[in-house]
């Protein structure tokens, strides 16, 4: 028996790779399907089935070309919708695979069709079950997900039943594999680990101590931040398809020369710098929204972009195709290209270039401290503010900033700051857009914010 976790940080989500006897299964592929084709050629094994834990809403899952490139079935739990396509399995249901077998153990909750698969190893003893987003390390499935169509107290309910019947009784030693990690958009306190066991989640996931539905149904609802507002498009693609990941990585792979480019910003296109925030602040084209690499990319990208607008990306050599890549995994089908030779071929050519301005903390706090009036604007989540704050700062979240902005006047000069500098740059970008030009980003943000007022004080 062979189980493999494919971890991907920027969308802080796991699929799996399982394999008995040359026979293989994927659950919860990620849309860049090529990766399991290449884990099953290199152990010269055969992929009978692709499972999904349930209709994703974070990002866009690879079921349908995976299916399509090992001629195999897809395969969901019961009550999904639509049906066409795929596979519905119903409760308990075995799937054969090698010497060992896959159980369907229908978890409604999160989403009315999600299902864990409890693997049976070749003894015919549970060994492992992999969880999707019912039970995450630490925390369960957000049940408001589903846009009205039930209610979170309803979907708050059925999960209760789902862990209390489902889960709980399986054995302390099984493990568990979760289909996402800290970071993600689909629970609200998530642990950092890979992988636990039902016995740690007992002990430690407050979702899975005993209380009466009542409680249970205040503590899962209590304190979630509002999903991201492409969730509901993601959901739709999972459902019904969508453009081939082939396609949109051959369409998006084309070298554009600068006056290419410059015509398809005139036309209306979106730009995303995919470089780091340090090389973007030197020098950008106009209206570009820096997103680097180096942080969660696909999520803000899509948070903050229409996954329909034709995209234009500006990327550090050499990673074009990563930067790609990425952004399928979130929706994005429309990625018309590239600029050939990146900035400093827009730079050689003369054109026109933006900059942001940075500042250590240190020159925000001694500004602070001279001027009572001074404009500090913190986008940090709404938990992370509340966790604590600067007296002076204003507070408007990332994924809410463009929303915000007629609220704000353009005319004074700003201060921005997040945790740790990677959202502040995306912030001044936006803000760079919308023709605020007297503005500072801080490095380090509020977490060298912090370091830097105790230093100054001690």
């Not at 952004?327 to 600029?339: E, K, S, V």
Request: with cysteine; proline share 5%.
């Amino acid at each position: 028996m062979y189980i493999e976790q494919i971890y991907t940080g920027c969308l802080a989500q796991a699929s799996y790779y399982i394999e008995s006897n040359g026979i293989a299964a994927v659950i919860d592929p990620i849309r860049d399907y090529p990766s399991y084709l290449r884990i099953a050629e290199e152990r010269k094994a055969t992929i009978k089935y692709v499972f999904e834990t349930h209709f994703h809403a974070d990002f866009v899952s690879g079921h349908f070309d995976l299916a399509k490139a090992a001629n195999t079935p897809i395969v969901f739990g019961p009550e999904t919708e639509p049906t066409e396509g795929v596979y519905i399995a119903k409760d308990n249901e075995l799937f054969t695979l090698g010497d060992i077998c896959l159980v369907a153990l229908h978890t409604p909750g999160h989403t009315p069709e999600s299902t864990c698969y409890l693997l049976r190893d070749e003894k015919g003893k549970d060994h492992s079950v992999f969880t999707g987003d019912t039970l995450f390390i630490g925390d369960v499935g957000r049940p408001d997900l589903l846009d009205g169509k039930f209610s979170s107290e309803e979907m708050s309910t059925r999960l209760y039943h789902s862990l209390n019947t489902k889960i709980k009784t399986l054995a302390d030693d099984v493990i568990v594999y979760p289909a996402h990690g800290a970071g993600s958009s689909c629970g609200k306190k998530l642990g950092s680990e890979r992988l636990s066991t039902i016995g740690i989640q007992k002990e430690m996931n407050y979702a899975l101590q005993e209380m009466s539905l009542e409680d249970f149904i205040k503590e899962v609802t209590d304190g979630m931040n509002t999903p991201p507002g492409y969730f509901a498009e993601n959901v739709k693609l999972n459902k019904s398809g969508y453009t081939s990941f082939d396609t949109v990585l051959q369409q998006g792979l084309k070298a554009l020369s600068v006056e290419a480019f410059e015509k398809e910003i005139i036309n209306g296109a979106t730009l995303i710098d995919s470089r780091k925030p340090d090389d973007f602040e030197l020098g950008f084209v106009p209206k570009a929204m820096n997103i680097g690499l180096s942080g969660q990319y696909a999520i803000w990208a899509a948070t903050l972009i229409d996954l329909k607008k034709p995209i234009l990306l500006v990327c550090e050599t050499g990673t074009e195709h990563e930067s790609i890549i990425r952004l399928t995994r979130t929706g994005f089908d429309t990625i018309i290209g590239y600029l050939d030779g990146g900035f400093e071929a827009w730079k050689k050519a003369g054109k026109p270039y933006d900059m942001v301005v940075s500042i250590e903390p240190e020159e925000l706090l001694i500004d602070a401290k001279f001027d009572q009036d001074i404009q500090i604007i913190d986008v940090r989540k709404p938990n992370e503010w509340e966790s604590g704050h600067l007296p002076q700062a204003q507070h408007f979240s990332l994924e809410n900033l463009k929303a915000s902005l007629p609220h704000i006047d353009p005319e004074k000069p700003y201060y921005i700051h997040c945790a740790g500098g990677y959202r502040s740059m995306i912030a001044a970008s936006i803000f760079k857009q919308h023709g605020f030009h007297n503005i500072r980003n801080v490095y380090g943000g509020y977490t060298k914010i912090k370091e830097t007022q105790k230093e100054i004080t001690e």
